[in-house]
């Protein structure tokens, strides 16, 4: 029951996307489970119970960034419970999350997006190879998620005043502008998919060879199959174009909060990552071309 209401508050209340609410609530599902198999029950539990359920995910192979995303979870929905009247103390409260090692955001250098896009082979010329094309030029020229490509529509894309309309996290809505070259792809690949006759009419800007919506694997094997052609690092996802952007960005002198409004981030503590990729570049430059490095 309490974990039914909170879901239906993440949902109509707070609006989170549906891959988001569907998360939160696999994870307190799986942490219920692990309290019934024990015969607890998940409003009387002590910070002891959570500990024993970190501990448990940490030996089948969880790792810290995950537990803490289940942490974050348990956190917001004992708030929601005190909130509500439900629990007066939160088992949370004593619970220290296990720290994670810092990584920096994976990336495709510049010379092989170039290389890649700019490429005679790697796109076929009819509608696939068009539309697979305008997917890693959308994921490269603009940053933007891979379920907000997912739902872009046709009339999202302004051709007149080159800018992209973006609806993020929480429903929140965002101008992306574009470049010309973009702008014309874009047309061009609108004007070959009216002209393939699809019988359904689909809602969606990006569509596959039957004229069907476009659904996020279908996004993810496009691109980690383009991605292949130009590089053999192992994660070759659409959020990697993601980073890519960004960091591109970055390394020519954009200004950190216009990037913020370009990703869409909520805080720029999310895009101050960023910023450890172009210091690393310079720290490889000092070391390579100072005689005292």
Not at 88 to 102: E, L, W
Not at 234 to 241: E, F, G, T
Request: proline letters at 3%.
């Amino acid at each position: 029951m309490f974990i039914e209401r909170f879901i239906c508050y993440l949902h109509f209340e707070k609006r989170f996307s549906p891959h988001t609410v569907t998360a939160y609530s696999h994870d307190l599902c799986q942490f219920n489970d692990f309290l019934t198999s024990d015969g607890l029950d998940i409003l009387t539990i002590s910070h002891q119970e959570v500990r024993s359920w970190m501990l448990a995910l940490m030996e089948q192979g969880s790792g810290a960034k995950t537990v803490n995303r289940k942490l974050s979870v348990l956190r917001s929905f004992y708030k929601f419970l005190q909130r509500e009247g439900f629990l007066r103390v939160s088992p949370m409260i004593h619970v220290k999350a296990p720290r994670v090692p810092k990584r920096l955001p994976l990336v495709v250098e510049e010379q092989k997006m170039d290389a890649l896009l700019d490429s005679e082979h790697v796109f076929e010329d009819n509608f696939g190879g068009m539309r697979d094309r305008l997917i890693i030029e959308l994921l490269y020229g603009t940053g933007m998620r891979l379920s907000e490509l997912v739902n872009l529509k046709d009339q999202d894309v302004n051709q007149y005043e080159q800018y992209i309309k973006v609806l993020g996290k929480r429903n929140k809505e965002r101008i992306i502008p574009v470049g010309a070259p973009l702008i014309k792809l874009t047309k061009e690949y609108i004007m070959k998919k009216l002209s393939q006759n699809f019988d359904n009419k689909a809602s969606s800007l990006i569509v596959t060879n039957e004229g069907n919506n476009a659904y996020p694997q279908f996004i993810y094997r496009t691109v980690k199959s383009s991605l292949s052609q130009i590089s053999t690092q192992s994660k070759r996802s659409p959020h990697i174009l993601r980073h890519s952007f960004a960091t591109a960005l970055l390394n020519r002198g954009a200004d950190l909060n216009a990037i913020k409004e370009l990703l869409g981030h909520s805080s720029l503590a999310a895009t101050q990552v960023y910023t450890h990729n172009s210091v690393e570049k310079l720290k490889a430059i000092y070391k390579q071309a100072h005689p005292k490095a």
